[in-house]
Nanobody, 122 residues
């Protein structure tokens, strides 16, 4: 069984910074893509950023230049450094990981964290 545990959310003033972490544990052979989505009240869950096992990254236009995604493969952990936060960044942030659990021929499956609240407000 695989678990993703997130940390680092909270309340921050506009212009501030937060760093989210998400650690995967359990039956893991290989982690392919890792990333973050967010969901604001009354809105769909949208991609924020993702990073491949080789380090290639992709960002939503709304966060480019402000957010940085990174990962530590030895720790099975993905990070999201969020700078210059805006009230519109307020949402529940979910991490995900595309994981092969049992070996190189196992079908990758997306696992999700429980979500962490980020609130940007003065």
């Amino acid at each position: 069984q695989v678990q993703l545990v997130e940390s680092g959310g909270g309340l921050v003033q506009p212009g501030g910074s937060l760093r989210l972490s998400c650690a995967a544990s359990g039956s893991i052979f290989s982690i392919l893509t890792m990333g973050w989505y967010r969901q604001a009240p009354g809105k769909l869950r949208d991609l924020v950023a993702h990073i491949t096992s080789g380090g290639s990254t992709n960002y939503a236009d709304s966060v480019k230049g402000r957010f940085t995604i990174s990962r530590d493969n030895a720790k099975n952990t993905v990070y999201l450094q969020m700078n210059s936060l805006k009230p519109e960044d307020t949402a529940v942030y979910y991490c995900y990981a595309d994981i092969q659990a049992y070996g190189p021929r196992s079908i990758p499956y997306d696992y999700w964290g429980q979500g962490t609240q980020v609130t940007v407000s003065s």
